[in-house]
């Protein structure tokens, strides 16, 4: 995760405007801050004002970078004229902003937002014009964090089409459910053992569901029966796949080591839903019945 945008990057960009006569010329766009008494007019200064940060959690990692393009243009006391010129240029410096490719192609956030203000001559320095346009990208990629829930498919206890011959472990799950136990069977009575009008309840059948939503990476998909796109894949006699999973649940809070709980169980997969929510990576979500009881051990 490597920052791509430097100023001399963008000065380069900038150098191949178009701009109007007597406004701006290359040799006036500069990646660097002029001290005051030095500033040219009209010029462009180019600086980082915020530089590569990240925000992470175990779900994915925030990458923020800003900077600022800095316009000057000497008030020759032309009225509006110099405002419509100041606006031509401003609005070239926004289109070559807005045709670049900062950062990842894939950016989720991308803010340009110009401010205008007039500054008086003191004495030292003559009237002008500033615009300033803050630049803001953001864009977001899987966390490389330990995450709090491993889910493994379990070749052993597994029937697919195609069996990969191997355990395989979808790197990213999170917000799972496993629910699992047995109905029951209540036979009215006059009076029971317990009391007049309670019913004695007898043991039914076992039940169970299973929902995990994981995010996607290239070696989620493939050809074999592990594989997120091939969860529906039918047997050959056209009957549905079991599949064998083993959930390794984390305590968040605990110390090193991690305190865990693993379940060991099958399903057969009801449905397999995409989830691609605005500004954020694409989910699977697997829905299955848990086919018998799981084997539940901490470590």
Same mark, same amino acid.
Request: avoid cysteine; hydrophobic fraction near 35%.
């Given at each position: 995760m490597v920052t791509t945008v430097t100023p001399a990057t963008l000065q380069t960009i900038l150098q191949g405007g178009i701009y109007p006569v007597n406004s701006l010329a290359t040799d006036q766009i500069f990646d660097y801050e002029h001290p005051i008494l030095r500033r040219r007019y009209p010029s462009v200064e180019i600086i980082i004002d915020s530089p590569e940060s990240t925000?992470? /959690?175990?779900?994915? /990692? +925030?990458? /923020?970078?800003?900077?600022?393009?800095?316009?000057?243009?000497?008030?020759?006391?032309?009225?509006?004229?110099?405002?419509? +010129?100041?606006?031509?240029?401003e609005d070239q410096i926004l289109s070559l902003m807005e045709s670049a490719t900062l950062e990842d192609p894939n950016i989720i956030l991308e803010v340009k937002r110009w401010t205008r203000e007039n500054v008086q001559p003191d004495g030292k320095i003559p009237g002008h014009i500033k615009s300033t346009l803050q630049v803001t990208v953001r864009n977001i990629i899987l966390s490389n964090r330990p995450s709090n829930a491993l889910l493994t498919f379990d070749n052993a206890n597994s029937t697919t089409f195609s069996n990969p011959g191997s355990n395989y472990q979808y790197t990213e799950v999170y917000d799972a459910s496993i629910i699992y136990g047995y109905n029951s069977i209540e036979e009215s009575v006059t009076r029971g053992p317990v009391g007049v009008g309670i019913p004695v309840r007898f043991r039914g059948k076992f039940h169970g569901k299973a929902i995990f939503n994981i995010y996607v990476k290239p070696n989620d998909f493939g050809s074999t029966g592990d594989k997120l796109n091939q969860l529906n894949t039918l047997l050959t006699g056209e009957e549905k796949p079991e599949i064998g999973l083993i959930f390794q649940a984390y305590d968040a809070s605990s110390p090193t080591p991690r305190h865990s709980v693993n379940t060991i169980f099958r399903i057969d997969v009801d449905e397999v839903q995409q989830i691609a929510n605005f500004n954020d990576n694409q989910v699977f979500r697997v829905i299955g019945t848990i086919t018998r009881p799981p084997t539940v051990t901490d470590n």
């Open positions: 925000e992470s /959690t175990q779900k994915a /990692t +925030n990458k /923020t970078l800003g900077f600022k393009i800095f316009y000057y243009s000497k008030i020759l006391a032309v009225g509006s004229d110099e405002v419509a +010129n100041q606006k031509l240029v």
